[in-house]
């Protein structure tokens, strides 16, 4: 089945110990998204590529960056992690605009 | 650690019974919506979309209304089941179609 998928789906790690967390997809869509999604609250648009083209939300702090080497892998990397950046992170994919994103099953980020 | 969310808006309904779940949005240049059902440790799932150039449209046991005179979106699920038990969110978006706002999520609780 085609489907996105997102590793490791548990991910611990230490306060200012970079992260990378890794989001591949069989659908062959263009576009990706990286959600952050804190407890009882809604997904939060990280950043996103149009094909090769990155696009960063305006209040995404410096510390998230994203890599897209091909269509089909996005990496989330967070430099140094802090206590407030423990959430569940989606990873999405659309075919263009205007249409439903698929989303992941999420990688839960735990910062001790 | 993760910081506290809000408490979510919860909706508790008689299996059998319909379900109303609302969503008010404040961005009049908005022109396409989603609703997205999201169980428990799972990524969002999509439920049904619309575009601005239609009031209603129906799916399986689904149905949502749009009302952009009071930018007002509703999910209506016919004969809840106790599977509906998530937690369900609207979502739009406008201009270039890619980037999903997402409203705050309202809880459903399927009693049997």
């Known amino acids: 089945d085609a489907m996105v998928i997102q590793n490791p789906r548990y991910q611990v790690t230490q306060f200012g110990k970079p992260v990378t967390l890794s989001c591949s997809q069989t659908l062959n869509h263009n576009v990706m998204y990286w959600y952050q999604q804190k407890s009882s609250q809604a997904p939060k648009l990280l950043f996103h590529?149009?094909?090769?083209?990155?696009?960063n939300e305006a209040d995404t702090p410096d510390n998230f960056q994203s890599r897209r080497p091909n269509t089909s892998f996005c990496f989330l990397d967070i430099r140094s992690p802090g206590l407030g950046d423990a959430a569940m992170y989606l990873c999405?994919?659309?075919?263009?605009?205007?249409?439903?994103?698929?989303f992941g099953p999420g990688t839960r980020l735990t910062v001790l | 650690g993760e910081s506290v969310g809000l408490h979510l808006p919860t909706l508790s309904v008689q299996e059998g019974d319909n379900s109303i779940i609302n969503c008010a949005y404040s961005n009049s240049a908005s022109d396409y919506f989603i609703w997205y059902k999201q169980e428990s440790g799972k990524g969002p799932q999509f439920i049904i979309d619309i575009r601005s150039n239609m009031d209603k449209r129906q799916g399986q046991r689904v149905t949502v209304l749009l009302n952009k005179t009071v930018k007002h979106l509703s999910l209506q699920i016919a004969a809840t089941q106790p599977g509906d038990s998530a937690v369900y969110f609207c979502?739009?978006?406008?201009?270039?179609?890619?980037?999903?706002?997402f409203g705050g999520g309202t809880r459903l609780m399927v009693k049997p």
């Open positions: 979502a739009e978006t406008s201009g270039a179609g890619n980037m999903l706002t």
């Open positions: 999405a994919t659309s075919r263009g605009s205007y249409n439903e994103q698929f």
């Open positions: 590529y149009y094909d090769k083209d990155f696009n």
